[in-house]
């Protein structure tokens, strides 16, 4: 009787573990696909003519603000590079051209969360303008479309930091030449006037800004008359390294 008794306990618990484990693997399994199912599906589309003809300068500019948030947060757009560099390969209709500095800790396309052949990038250590980069921008937007341009200085700028301390090295010091007229604009300063000093060199960084806006306007006569007739927004900002945000400068 009682061994009786043990076989049917036995046999008992070995159709209970099997519930269990049968119920467990249910649960991860529909973990999983709720999991899959939360997921978009990653961007392919690359952008056209017509998409490009439609945009505006604000509304570009409105969509890097927002992108910028997306970036800030950690939510930016999911895309297939891999795809996006074959469809772009035909053509390209970028909606706009940043001048950046070189520095590595500026990734342009993320920090708007733009995917391949939405912007043009022109990077040069301190984002200064020469007729190089003039040139670029011609091409960006006179000839490809672009309606948007826009210059970024960062935080913590080593170029920045280089013109203040007037560094003599080989090309950076005739480089760093081009830098020191935002310095000159930045005796007014009430403080230390240091590359010590990041407030100094925040504020050398954003006259350096302006004065890339100004001689983009002042030396490229279709650029100026593009933007005079509202065909494109030529647009300062300051970018913050330690959170991702950025700051218009006016």
């Not at 590595?104 to 912007?119: A, H, K, N, T």
């Not at 003039?134 to 970024?152: I, P």
């Not at 650029?223 to 700051?247: A, H, P, Q, R, W």
Request: hydrophobic share 40%; net charge positive.
């Amino acid at each position: 009787m009682n061994n009786q008794f043990k076989s049917v306990v036995m046999l008992f618990a070995a159709v209970l573990l099997v519930s269990c484990n049968n119920g467990t693997k249910t649960e991860k399994s529909n973990s999983t696909s709720t999991k899959k199912e939360d997921q978009k599906p990653a961007i392919c589309h690359v952008m056209t003519k017509e998409e490009q003809t439609r945009l505006t300068p604000d509304a570009i500019l409105q969509e890097f603000i927002e992108g910028n948030k997306r970036f800030q947060s950690g939510t930016t757009t999911v895309r297939d590079h891999s795809e996006q560099a074959r469809r772009s390969a035909p053509g390209q209709f970028p909606k706009a051209v940043v001048l950046s500095c070189v520095d590595s800790r500026v990734p342009v396309e993320d920090v708007f969360d733009q995917g391949l052949g939405d912007i043009f990038v022109g990077r040069v250590a301190g984002n200064f303008v020469n007729v190089d980069l003039l040139g670029s921008m011609e091409f960006a937007c006179k000839v490809s479309g672009a309606k948007l341009v826009l210059v970024m200085g960062h935080q913590h700028c080593g170029a920045i930091k280089g013109a203040i301390d007037d560094v003599k090295l080989g090309n950076i010091t005739a480089m760093l030449s081009k830098i020191k007229p935002a310095v000159a604009m930045s005796q007014d300063f009430i403080g230390k006037k240091s590359s010590k000093n990041d407030e100094f060199v925040k504020h050398v960084s954003e006259n350096n800004v302006r004065y890339a806006i100004a001689q983009i306007r002042d030396k490229s006569p279709i650029l100026k008359e593009m933007e005079d007739k509202g065909e494109i927004k030529i647009v300062g900002v300051f970018y913050n390294l330690t959170d991702g945000s950025l700051e218009f400068i006016k």
